[in-house]
Antibody
Framework: QVRLVESGGGVVQPGGSLRISCAASGFSFSGYGMYWVRQAPGKGLEWVAHIRFDGSKQYYADSVKGRFTISRDNSKNTLYLQMDSLRAEDTALYYC????????????????WGKGTTVTVSS | DIVMTQSPDSLAVSLGERATINCKSSQSILYVSSNKNYLAWYQQKPGQPPELLIYWASTRESGVPDRFSGSGSGTNFTLTISSLQAEDVAVYYCQQYYDIPLTFGGGTKVEIK
């Protein structure tokens, strides 16, 4: 079945960096756009970034633009989020999620979600 | 940015009764050429990731019980649970995908009365 498993979360100091990953299985990863969505403790959902199925285009929320980089390795069925210049307000559970359309040409909704990995920014 | 406003913030409904959640967008999310509303609904149970319930405002995701239905167009949308079950206790979110950035409503917590 379709499965997304995030990893790499942890505690990092303000101004630090962290890279989180999402291993995909059960579907043709290279054919689908992917998302990162985060949820601060006790709060709602916030879209963070999207990458096109072939990696040719990325989109970011203003809150992370210039600090976070989404990327993918289709040969390893893995999605990444490189997070630099981290701030306390980046503390959240980070979910990766899948686009519903094969070779989709835009951003849509998220039809499958992972369980998330926790990132804590604290000194 | 398109702001999504959900109401109420929480509601308590008796088992077997109807639950209605509203979602309002700050601008129309109806794409006229396709006549599709770019709205999705998710359910998030405690300690779990969100799950897709509804997309295109009214299309139920495969496997979602038919007691869940979505309606509305333009800027006003509704998620209805026709007969609340114990397993429906969750927070429900709407999300627009008409424009970037993708935005979510603040969530509605549904509890049993």
């Amino acid at each position: 079945q379709v499965r997304l498993v995030e990893s790499g979360g942890g505690v990092v100091q303000p101004g630090g960096s962290l890279r989180i990953s999402c291993a995909a299985s059960g579907f043709s990863f290279s054919g689908y756009g992917m998302y990162w969505v985060r949820q601060a403790p006790g709060k709602g959902l916030e879209w963070v970034a999207h990458i096109r199925f072939d990696g040719s285009k990325q989109y970011y929320a203003d809150s992370v633009k210039g600090r976070f980089t989404i990327s993918r390795d289709n040969s390893k069925n893995t999605l990444y989020l490189q997070m630099d210049s981290l701030r306390a307000e980046d503390t959240a559970l980070y979910y990766c999620a899948k686009d519903p359309f094969y070779h989709g040409d835009y951003l849509y909704y998220m039809d499958v979600w992972g369980k998330g990995t926790t990132v804590t920014v604290s000194s | 940015d398109i702001v999504m406003t959900q109401s109420p913030d929480s509601l308590a409904v008796s088992l077997g009764e109807r639950a209605t959640i509203n979602c309002k967008s700050s601008q129309s999310i109806l794409y006229v050429s396709s006549n599709k509303n770019y709205l999705a609904w998710y359910q998030q149970k405690p300690g779990q990731p969100p799950e897709l319930l509804i997309y295109w405002a009214s299309t139920r995701e495969s496997g979602v019980p038919d007691r869940f239905s979505g309606s509305g167009s333009g800027t006003n949308f509704t998620l209805t649970i026709s007969s609340l079950q114990a397993e429906d206790v969750a927070v429900y979110y709407c999300q627009q995908y008409y424009d970037i950035p993708l935005t979510f409503g603040g969530g509605t917590k549904v509890e049993i009365k």
